[in-house]
């Protein structure tokens, strides 16, 4: 019996060492994929819109000409497409200094890049437009121009900062910019879009909301009534104002009252800035207007 006690207690001990490896090697394994997982890049998709527009065209072409005006059609364009070649040979070797010979062959033309900006509360696609800003100013000159179609109702403060810093950074290259606003710029919606150039909205777009809010349900009363204490320590006069728990006091709201208008300067300085022709105290009360109506605010082009 003694034996095979001993001989349960080893095995027991066998197991339990071979089930220990078992776990650091997969644990070891499972950091290994994800280290590859969040060590992965992402991938930026480019179309281009040329190619797409004139697939839509050529069929429409086929659609409603016929077999010999199509091919009437075909020829004009390859005598066009020869002509301007031609022209542009010559204009080289007329002026072999000036910045058209010096170019690359393939920045002939002005290049438009198009880019889309649809922004949550978080404004989480910033990570997205970082990286297509990152690649068009790899390329890009002051000869070209990027396009951002944007939508967005705004959100949170320091999360739209940095996606109108990544706006920022094509201004700062020269690189002409222009927004177009199908559906709504408000807020920090708004706060990228002054950055513009050219700042394009659509007739019924919502544009505006010059201001900034904060807001949270408190239920220190309702605790209280049921005898529920709440702690909260900190070190910091203002570490913390507005608490959803905790007792909100005159002096921490008047805080965050100071905070919040702050803020709005700031806002109302960079507008200003961007957009000098706007009457900056008439258009910053948090109002939303009309694409039409912001027109003729100068909120708008």
Not at 188 to 200: Q, S, V
């Amino acid at each position: 019996m003694e034996f095979l006690s001993e001989f349960g207690m080893f095995l027991a001990k066998a197991v339990t060492i071979v089930f220990a490896i078992i776990v650091v090697i997969g644990v070891a394994a499972s950091s290994g994929q994800r280290g590859k997982k969040t060590g992965k890049r992402g991938a930026i998709k480019v179309t281009r819109l040329n190619e797409h527009f004139e697939e839509l065209r050529e069929a429409l072409r086929e659609a409603v000409l016929d077999k010999d005006s199509l091919k009437t059609v075909h020829k004009d364009e390859k005598k066009q497409a020869k002509s301007e070649q031609k022209e542009l040979k010559a204009a080289r070797k007329k002026d072999k200094s000036s910045v058209e010979a010096h170019a690359d062959p393939g920045h002939e033309k002005k290049r438009i890049y198009v880019l889309n900006f649809k922004g949550n509360i978080a404004a989480d696609a910033v990570v997205c437009l970082r990286e297509e800003i990152s690649a068009i100013l790899s390329l890009a000159t002051p000869a070209d121009e990027v396009v951002v179609r944007l939508e967005s109702p705004g959100g949170m403060v320091h999360a739209y900062g940095l996606a109108s810093s990544q706006l920022l950074r094509l201004k700062n290259a020269q690189v002409p910019l222009t927004i177009y606003v199908d559906k709504v710029a408000a807020s920090g919606g708004y706060m990228m879009a002054c950055l513009a150039d050219k700042l394009i909205a659509a007739p019924f777009a919502i544009i505006g909301s010059i201001g900034v809010i904060v807001q949270l349900p408190n239920f220190h009363r309702v605790l209280k009534k049921h005898d529920v204490d709440y702690e909260m320590i900190s070190a910091g006069e203002f570490k913390r104002t507005l608490t959803t728990f905790g007792e909100i006091t005159d002096k921490s709201r008047e805080k965050v009252q100071e905070d919040v208008q702050t803020i709005h300067d700031i806002f109302k300085t960079w507008v200003k800035e961007h957009r000098p022709s706007v009457d900056i105290d008439k258009v910053a009360t948090g109002e939303t207007w009309l694409g039409s109506q912001a027109k003729e605010k100068y909120m708008v082009d």
